[in-house]
Structures are given as structure tokens and as C-alpha cells.
């Protein structure tokens, strides 16, 4: 691209504005990005930040725009170079957001590194009902924040107005302890299998971003009681995280008020899973638990929470974790006419075996396991396996947690079943639905849920394996 125009840095500095033109940097090149603004996945407000300037720093932490795709994308945009000087100048000191992450335990399957996600493998998924922190899935959007137990200090705001700051020994100390044990998945957990429909964006989950852990904390109803909250004059309680984005906007997100101050929704604060203090990857020292609930709303690291009349206003609320109909695409999609995902439909997997394994029959026999799991605290009742397209369904047999009270069903189910395989089989194809207490069943295929954020992913899971006789 050497014939191409040159630009010093203080010219593109002039375009950063709709006016003006918005022209951003990127290693040598410089782009003309004013008319895809608008179209940003992300939100015009997060892409306009780096206007005028370079857009790698921003880049290192949504890291996730690091693909070929987005790259041609920005060089279809492309208007020129900035001068070899300026270009040697440009090369700052870029430190590394990412350099303070914490180890990992080399069975998840990393699925993006920067931000963090990772999944553990199916078979490994169904071995224990509670699922060991090591294996547990990671879902970050930001750097894991560094956070020192002394200086912890979670915010407890009425609109704009900030009414108390406690620190961990009061949190822990001055209300009730208690402990849960509830299941959080991703609202894009499957993903992969909805993308075979169409093309769409997000984390290829597989069928792993989901875990089943005890939560021992102290619930959010009582700290609302304590600080006189009215359910008549607010709406939503918005949960906000000390990990930041390049501008310093916290992860942030909201539940309504209706689940937040509601004894029998068992939304806590968690300072422990499974029984030891919580993982910097999974939230230390105190995070979120709305069980029931997207995981997304789950929120870690917390550092605020604000009650108020209005949703919180941040990217995860408002332009993203929204479903749409399969026929609405990243052209003439708007966000703001999808409610953000709360409670979570009803979705089942099969773990063991894996599509394509090959598996030994005995006395006519396959094993299969895997989970289910429903939001809003729904049980699953019943979960139909079949090995002929849905001639013969046979019901599996279930593990489940026996505590768990009427409408306050927050794990997720094993299950187990013995399916009979033909002796001339090669090739048999399994799928599986589950049923919960509303009787809501899984939909049969992606064909009629597919959305252009993969989410809501819990069509029939359907694989394919050999036999071995
Ligand atoms: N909270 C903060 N502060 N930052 C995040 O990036 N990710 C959310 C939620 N809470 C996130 C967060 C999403 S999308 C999910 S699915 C869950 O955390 C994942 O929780 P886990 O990493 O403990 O499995
Ligand atoms: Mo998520």
C-alpha cells in the first residue's frame, strides 16, 4: 500500500468527529471508518473513543477484533498511511492490559485468550454435579482486575447518589450467611451449533459454558432491606465490576428490582464457591449470583451496585444479550426493541459420548450422559433421548439436587441413559430434549432460533457417533 496518500498524526487528530470525519489508525494505515460508526457490533459510543487516534490499544483489550474477517473489513476503510516518522513515534510503550491474568489449569479449552474464555470438555462436564472450580467455564470481556482483600470497598448507590460503602469484613460480617448451589451458564453457550445455520458473532462456545458450583454469600435482599429500598419507586439493581474497559467504564449490568429483592429469588452476593473463597477468574473476592439467570448478569469483581428506575445503560444491557428473530440481520437490526435476557429457556446437552466418537456397544447397548438445566428456577422433569429421529424416545434417568425447594431450582440435572443400537449400526445419531416444570420443551432445530448473537442456543442437541460391536 506504499502508492497509497500519507497523513502526519496530527491530521488524522483533526478527524474525530461525525463533522469532520472520523479516521482512526491502525498499525501504518489510516482509516476512514465514519460510515461503519453506526453499524459498530460494539455500539457507535466505543468505537467513536478512538477517533482521531489509534484504535490498537483498544484492540488489546476487545482483543476479540483481532480476526482476519475484521481486519479486511478495516482495510476496505482504508484512505492511506501515516509518514514513516510519525508511524516510528506512534509505536509507544503499549503496555500489555493482559499481563496480569491468573493461571489456568490446562484442561479448559481456550476459546479466546484475551479476554479470557475457556470451557472445559463435555465428558469432564458430566463427571460431578458440582462442578471443581479448576473446571469451571471463564467468561471475561476485560482484564481480570487486581484486587487486594484490604482495600476492597463495594458502593451501594440510589440512583446517582452513593449511600454507603462497606468493606469485606463489614459485608461479611453484619448479614446472614448463607449458601446455594445453582447452575450459571452463558447466554451463548452452544453457539457453535447455531452458527452452522448462518453466519453470526460471538465466542464459539461449545456445549461446555456452563457449571454447577454451591454459592455461600450474603443476600442481596437484606443489604437493599438495610438501605430502606422501596420496591414501588425503583425498577432495576444494576451490578457494576472493578474490571474496566480502555475508557474506564466498568463490565456492567442490571436485574429487575422484582427478582433483587425477593427472599425466595436467592440472588446473593458470593464471596465463596465451593466452600473456598472465589477465584480471581470467577469474580474475587465478591460476585453476583442471580440464579436462573444469563450468566451475564452474573456480575464479578463487584464494585457498585445502584438502584434505579432505569436498566443499566452499559453495552452488556443494551446492545447486547438481546435475542432477535432469525430474519433480522447487523443492517437493520435495533437493539433497543429486544428486552435484555434474564431468565434463561430450557436447553440440554449430551456429553458423553461426543459427536464423532467411536463408541464400543455392549449387550446391544450405548451409554449416554449429559445435563439440562432451565432458568426462572424451573426443574427439568423428564429428559427423551432417541437413536431413530424420534420414533422411540427413551427417558433417561436423572441426578438431581434433592434440597432444592418448589419454583427454587437452580442446578442443573444429570442424566444418564441406555440406548439400544441395531447390530448391523455403523453410524447412529442421538438427540436429546429436556423438559422442564412448565413443560416448556427445547425447539427441534436452530433453523427457526437462529439470531445474529448466537444466543438462546437450545434446539435439540443432535450428534453423530460410530459403533464398535
Ligand atoms: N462480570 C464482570 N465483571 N465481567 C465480565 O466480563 N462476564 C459475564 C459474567 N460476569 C463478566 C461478568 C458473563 S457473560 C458470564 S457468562 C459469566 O460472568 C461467566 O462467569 P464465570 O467466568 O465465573 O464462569
Ligand atoms: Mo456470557
Known sequence: RKDMKTYTLEEVGRHDSKQNRIWVIFGRGVYDITEFVDKHPGGPSKIVMAAGG???????????????????????????????????????????PYENEPARHKVLKINGSKP?????????????????????????????????????????????????????????????????????????????????????KGVSWNVGAVGNATWTGIRLCDVLKDLGISEDKFNHVQFEGYDLDPSGMPYATSIPISKAMD?????????????????????????????????ARNVKWLSKIVVSKEESQSQ????????????????????????????????????????????????????????????????????DVTNDQGKTWHTADLIEDLQAKQGRYWSWTLWNVELPVD??????????????????????????????RGLLCNAYHKIKIKTQH
Not at 180 to 197: H, L, P
Open 54 to 96: 489509534s484504535i490498537e490499544p483498544f484492540w488489546s483489550i476487545f482483543a476479540n477484533h483481532n480476526t482476519p474477517e475484521i481486519q479486511s473489513l478495516l482495510e476496505s476503510m482504508r484512505i492511506g498511511n501515516i509518514s514513516e516518522e510519525d508511524a516510528k513515534s506512534n509505536e509507544n510503550d503499549l503496555y500489555d
Open 263 to 295: 427472599p425466595r429469588a436467592d440472588v446473593i452476593l458470593a464471596y465463596e464457591m465451593n466452600g473456598k473463597p472465589l477465584s480471581r477468574d470467577h469474580g474475587f473476592p465478591i460476585r453476583v449470583i442471580v440464579p436462573g439467570v444469563v450468566g
Open 116 to 200: 479470557f474464555c475457556a470451557e472445559p470438555s463435555s465428558p469432564l462436564l458430566v463427571e460431578s454435579f458440582i462442578t471443581p472450580v479448576d473446571f469451571f467455564y471463564v467468561r471475561n470481556h476485560l482484564p481480570v482486575p487486581k484486587i487486594d482483600l484490604k482495600n476492597y470497598t463495594l458502593e451501594l448507590a440510589i440512583e446517582g447518589t452513593t449511600i454507603k460503602t462497606l468493606d469485606f469484613k463489614a459485608l461479611t460480617t453484619k448479614y446472614e450467611k448463607t449458601t446455594i448451589t445453582a447452575a450459571v451458564m452463558c447466554g451463548g453457550n452452544r453457539r457453535s451449533e447455531m452458527s452452522k445455520v448462518k453466519n453470526l
Open 423 to 452: 447390530k448391523r449400526s455403523k453410524e447412529v445419531e442421538i438427540w436429546a430434549k429436556a423438559v422442564d416444570s412448565s413443560y416448556n420443551v427445547q425447539p427441534e432445530s436452530f433453523n427457526n432460533i437462529y439470531n445474529i
Open 316 to 383: 452488556w444491557q443494551q446492545g447486547d444479550y438481546k435475542g432477535f428473530s432469525p430474519s433480522t440481520t447487523w443492517d437493520n437490526v435495533d437493539f433497543s426493541k429486544s428486552p435484555a435476557i434474564q431468565e434463561m429457556p430450557v436447553i440440554s446437552a449430551i456429553c458423553d459420548p461426543q459427536n464423532s466418537d467411536v463408541v464400543k456397544v455392549k449387550n446391544g447397548k450405548i451409554q449416554v450422559k449429559g445435563y439440562a438445566w432451565s432458568g426462572g428456577g424451573r426443574k427439568v422433569i423428564r429428559i
